[in-house]
């Protein structure tokens, strides 16, 4: 699963490199689940009910320009709901919207059922 910038990160990130503004991002990351995909202006539509809850995501410091998640993800007791992909958002007041990805393949789920990301799943590059 590779990752994609919003827009308004993009423009934060070359703000940033190019001094005109600074980026700041609060920690941690959180990796929402998606039952609608995002997109470069728009965010996707998070799962909700269950025991759901957005989880803390770390990354591996980065290589050749990309990183990836380096612990698994469990969302345990989800709804019924079928998961297309997975956002990563800041944890500042108003959270950023980091990055978006679509998973290869949607992945339904009944009530109960746990979704997992195994370490390494999570991928994102500036390539």
């Known amino acids: 699963m590779a990752g994609n910038l919003p827009d308004t990160i993009e423009a934060g990130l070359l703000d940033h490199l190019h001094g005109v503004a600074t980026l700041t991002i609060a920690g941690p990351l959180k990796c929402r689940l ?68 679509p998973l290869s393949s949607s992945k339904t789920l009944q009530a109960g059922d746990t979704f997992s990301l195994a370490a390494g799943a999570v991928t994102v590059s500036l390539d």
């Open 34 to 101: 998606m039952t609608a995909a995002g997109s470069d202006s728009v965010a996707g539509t998070e799962v909700a009910g269950g025991s759901y809850a957005a989880q803390t995501i770390a990354f591996s410091a980065a290589s050749s320009g990309a990183t990836s998640n380096s612990g698994a993800l469990s969302y345990t007791s989800m709804p019924a709901c079928t998961v297309v992909g997975v956002e990563i958002w800041d944890s500042s007041g108003t959270p950023k919207r980091l990055w978006y990805l």
